[in-house]
Structures are given as C-alpha cells and as structure tokens.
C-alpha cells in the first residue's frame, strides 16, 4: 500500500518549535519531488515548502523563510519540517506529498491525511 504518514503536530506556544516528520511505506521517495502544505481554517490549502525530485532545489512559502526548515532522508525514507519562531497564523493542518514530477508545483501524487499544528498561548 502507498501511503505517506505524517507525525509531530500539536500545540505549542507562539515562539516555540515544533518538527514534523513525514514517512513514506509502499514507494521510494527518491527521484520524486517532496514538499510539505497547510490549510487554515477558512482558507485555500497553500504550499509551504519543497524538494525538487533532483535534490537540488529547495523553495519556501514567503511566509515561513527564515524560519521553517525542510530535510529529507533517504535511508529511512523519510522527510521532515522544523519550525521555529511559530505564529498563530501558521495553525493549520499540515500534509506531506510526494510526486513524480521535478517540481512540487507540477503536481503531487501521494498525499498524507494530515497533523494539526495550533500555535496559541
């Protein structure tokens, strides 16, 4: 079964940090494009950051630079988000995606069912 899982979400204070991780079973993520999303309550899903299937290239939303961190390891198949300096306006569910293409923004294949991070003191 192909599936991405994600873990690591919860509630942490405005300021803190939290790390998301990202496991994939059924398939390999190398060669495919990674990239972690979130949706708000009321708003459009939006794309936070990305892998490109090269390893090569690494972008981030304008609204987490600096402060977001994307990783991949490809011995254990995984792939994570550390964030720091969390806001209240990054509480949102989170979701992992995998796809076949170069970039994240060609589209993704596989998607996790998501974590909910809430940044609230």
């Known amino acids: 079964q192909l599936q991405l899982v994600e873990s690591g979400g919860g509630l942490v204070q405005p300021g803190g940090s939290l790390r998301l991780s990202c496991a994939a079973s059924?398939?390999?993520?190398?060669?495919?494009?990674i990239g972690w999303f979130r949706q708000a309550p009321g708003k459009e899903r939006e794309g936070v950051s990305c892998i490109s299937s090269s390893g090569g290239i690494t972008n981030y939303a304008d609204s987490v630079k600096g402060r977001f961190t994307i990783s991949r390891d490809k011995a254990k198949n995984t792939f994570d988000l550390q964030m720091r300096s969390l806001k209240p306006e990054d509480t949102a569910v989170y979701y992992c995606?995998?796809?076949?293409?170069?970039?994240?923004?060609?589209?993704?294949?596989?998607w996790g069912k998501g974590t909910l991070v809430t940044v609230s003191s």
């Open positions: 995606a995998a796809g076949r293409y170069y970039s994240c923004s060609e589209g993704m294949d596989y």
């Open positions: 059924g398939f390999s993520l190398a060669y495919h494009s």
